[in-house]
């Protein structure tokens, strides 16, 4: 089967060697996506989870989209938290958008890139 690259302009372009998803027959594979927004390709709402992980979401719908796919048909995510005192906080927004409640791996690491407290991967 072919690999074809996903990406749109409607989601942070990639900060390094990866790309935003690719699509492998019916299913999509993303990068692991952060609160950056779009256009300036600067993280939003710095120290709040709850603004970067609705800007998360945000982003992670622009590429599903752009893969053809939505949420709702999402089958497995990891997300990945630097504090898990924010686990409430993130798993209230996460549960707007995946209300199909897919399979979930969810662990606290050390630090993330650039300060961000948040990344999804689907």
């Known amino acids: 089967m072919e690999a074809i ?3 749109t302009e409607r989601a942070p372009a990639p900060g390094g060697w990866y790309s935003q998803a690719y699509k492998i027959g019916n299913l999509i594979y993303t990068a692991g996506v952060t609160a950056n927004d779009p256009e300036t390709q600067k993280m939003v709402a710095p ?4 603004g970067q992980t609705e800007q998360i979401m945000k982003n992670l719908g622009a590429i599903l989209i752009e893969a053809g796919s939505d949420f709702k048909k999402a ?3 990891t997300c ?7 686990f409430a906080a993130f798993n209230d927004i996460y549960g707007q958008y995946f ?3 897919p399979a979930r791996s969810c662990v606290a ?6 300060g961000v407290l948040a990344e999804v991967e689907v």
Do not use: C, Q, Y
């Open 75 to 77: 089958v497995k995510t």
């Open 5 to 7: 690259r996903i990406s």
């Open 80 to 86: 990945f938290l630097a504090d898990m005192g924010d």
């Open 47 to 50: 120290g709040d989870i709850i």
């Open 109 to 114: 690491v050390k630090t993330l890139p650039k």
């Open 99 to 101: 209300t199909e409640k």
